[in-house]
């Protein structure tokens, strides 16, 4: 079974540049989620879909951050105008629906260095 | 709101020596307690999670983790390591219907 795809694996841009990452879950997952991981911390949920609706985006930037999962399978994030404190592992992560308890597989991450 | 702390920021050991990190979570409901493992550039992969049941569990690779709810631990655990364990371990929670909450990373560096 493939794992969660993403891409570039890594991308350096300048500050007030645009960036997208990309991610493809796991098949047959309806719920995807992306994250932001700072270094030397833990991952945060920036993101969540279950099929192509938002579940949860109380933590994204949505002055500068925004995805779409128009399909109910890719997700794309974005970041327009990227600052500084942008620099980050971004992950991408699919589950199949549970009652909370769910096992979340996580891509290899995409990491940004905003100069 | 729930929240993690992982008592440990790095833990250095030798190999096969056995190793615990310490995890401690804040909830005032039922929670459901995960341990993730990062190798370096790579994603998360999960060790072991405790949803019900049992207070022992056991992961991947020999690692166990045992729930202890009237000290809100959920402590990670590995009788003998190896040098290929060395990598970030998270320990996370989650409640029903809310999301999944990371600490903030224990580096295991095991030496020969």
């Known amino acids: 079974e493939a794992g969660v795809a993403q891409s570039p694996r890594y991308k350096i841009i300048e500050k007030r540049q645009s960036v997208a990452f990309w991610c493809n879950p796991i098949?047959?997952?309806?719920?995807l989620y992306w994250y932001q991981q700072i270094l030397g911390q833990g991952p945060k949920l920036l993101i969540q879909?279950?099929?192509?609706?938002?579940?949860?985006d109380s933590q994204l930037p949505k002055d500068r951050f925004s995805a779409e999962r128009l399909k109910g399978v890719d997700s794309t994030l974005k970041i327009q105008p990227a600052k500084l404190e942008d620099s980050a592992v971004y992950l991408c992560?699919?589950?199949?629906?549970?009652?909370?308890?769910?096992?979340?597989?996580f891509g290899p991450g995409t990491r940004l260095l905003v100069l | 709101a729930q929240s993690v702390t992982q008592l440990d920021s790095q833990v250095p050991v030798f190999e096969e020596a056995p190793v615990e990190l310490r995890c401690n979570y804040s909830?005032?409901?039922?929670?459901?307690l995960f341990w993730y493992v990062q190798y370096p550039n790579q994603g998360l992969q999960l060790l072991l999670k405790?949803?019900?049941?049992?207070?022992l569990v056991k992961g991947i690779n020999g690692f166990e983790a045992e729930f202890n709810k009237s000290q809100t631990s959920f402590h990670l655990r590995k009788p003998s390591v190896h040098i290929s364990d060395t990598a970030e371990y998270f320990c996370?929670?989650?409640?029903?219907?809310?999301?999944?909450?990371f600490g903030e990373g224990t580096q295991l560096t095991v030496n020969p």
């Open positions: 996370a929670v989650k409640t029903s219907g809310s999301r999944l909450t």
């Open positions: 992560a699919s589950s199949s629906p549970g009652g909370g308890g769910e096992t979340q597989y």
């Open positions: 405790y949803l019900s049941g049992s207070t």
């Open positions: 909830s005032s409901v039922s929670v459901y």
């Open positions: 879909f279950q099929n192509n609706g938002v579940v949860d």
């Open positions: 098949s047959g997952h309806a719920t």
